[in-house]
């Protein structure tokens, strides 16, 4: 009589795995939903380490979206600065449109500032 290893469990278990890693990645990209032209840059570098990031984008019209969710510009310290205090090693990567006038992301670097984050990342696309 041969004993076999029962499939059934181990095939729940890769069921289990893929759904957990297919939600994973689609919460990772959730900064990313925001749609943006950005702007190039021949001086870009990919940052291999993006822990600890939240990504602020600010869309052509001024409009700020912290992580993916709408942020009103009154607002934006006050959920820079409790995101820092639950995480004091938080960085800060702002996606701006390319017509975003300077003025926006000036109002962005203060309220991240004032909420005690100092390490900027800017997002650019790699011009060739």
Avoid: W
Avoid at 28 to 39: F, I, N, Y
Avoid at 85 to 109: H, W
Wanted: glycine share 6%.
């Amino acid at each position: 009589m041969a004993l076999g290893v029962p499939m059934a469990p181990m095939i729940d278990m890769v069921f289990l795995l893929l759904v957990f890693f297919m939600c994973v990645s689609s919460m990772s990209q959730a900064g990313h939903r925001v749609e943006l032209d950005l702007p190039e840059s021949t001086a870009s570098e990919t940052s291999k380490d993006l822990s600890n990031r939240v990504i602020l984008s600010i869309k052509a019209d001024g409009i700020f979206y912290l992580g993916g969710a709408l942020v009103e510009e009154a607002r934006l310290e006050e959920r820079l600065k409790s995101l820092s205090e639950s995480y004091p090693e938080l960085k800060l990567r702002i996606r701006a449109d390319r017509s975003v006038a300077y003025r926006d992301v000036k109002r962005a670097m203060q309220a991240a500032t004032s909420a005690g984050i100092s390490d900027y990342l800017y997002g650019t696309l790699q011009a060739e």
